[in-house]
């Protein structure tokens, strides 16, 4: 959110704790947040720390779920892709998938299956990594509605980061993450500069995205200042179409 004829211009660490959405009547419902009537979409600030940030909006949510469940691997791994750039490698070909007989299913949360299914040792390596943060985000169902049982028993929400930092639940999580602001920020920051260059950065353009991230903090992580020292960057000003 920026007002570009004033200074007011949102925070980039509004991504990830941001303490509103947008929202009308159906979705609000669906989120279970009272007092919003009608179509049309507005502001609204949330109860609680529940929803805040991209971790409690539906479309994410329901993206990285399968049809009929909530997705802890799926999960986990959009975070360390889309918010720590530390992408886990490709499952290897011969990879079991989770079991899903109704025996399997029976009486077990997602969490219950995946702790039998990760212990092989084909899967335990990826799994440790991912697993932990998509947990988190377990009191969410396949499509983001707020739960707090699963298969009658109470969802178990505890995550850990890789270096072994553990948090419970959404709010939690994103409370671990904005301690590392600066992984976060330079996340944004060359996502943002592969969109406008329209491509990723390279290794001779580290220089300029070290301080494109020093402006940013001291500017207050504004929005409008990242786009700006992108756009004023000598890359981008000095970029060459495909055919030249």
């Known amino acids: 959110n920026c007002d570009w004829s004033s200074d007011v211009c949102s925070s980039d660490l509004e991504i990830l704790d941001g303490d509103y959405a947008y929202l009308n009547e159906p979705l ?14 507005r502001r609204v600030t949330l109860p609680d720390a529940r929803r805040g940030g991209v971790f409690g909006m539906g479309s994410i949510l329901t993206v ?12 986990g791994k959009w975070i360390l892709e889309e918010i720590l750039l530390s992408p886990p490698p490709p499952p290897p070909a011969d990879a079991p998938p989770l079991p899903n007989k109704p025996s399997d299913v029976r009486g077990k949360t997602v969490r ?44 178990d929400s505890l995550g850990e980061l890789p270096d072994k930092t553990k948090f419970r639940g959404p709010a939690e999580l994103r409370r ?22 329209g491509r990723p950065p390279e290794y001779y353009d580290e220089p300029v995205l070290r301080t494109i ?15 700006h020292e992108i756009a004023a960057s000598h890359p981008f000003q000095h970029r060459r179409n495909a055919g030249q």
């Open 28 to 41: 609000a419902n669906h989120y279970g947040i009272p007092g919003v009537k009608g179509a049309e979409f």
């Open 64 to 75: 990285t779920s399968y049809p009929t469940r909530s997705s802890p691997v799926l999960r």
């Open 112 to 155: 219950d299956r995946l702790e039998a299914h990760r212990v092989q040792a084909t899967c335990i390596t990826c799994h440790r990594r991912i697993d932990p943060l998509g947990f988190a985000l377990e009191n969410f169902d396949g499509i983001g509605a707020w739960r707090d049982q699963e298969q009658s028993k109470p969802i």
């Open 176 to 197: 671990a993450l904005l301690a590392r602001k600066d992984r976060f920020v330079r996340t944004v920051i060359e996502k943002t500069f592969t969109y406008a260059m």
């Open 213 to 227: 991230q020093e402006r940013l903090e001291k500017d207050g992580w504004r929005s409008r200042t990242l786009l």
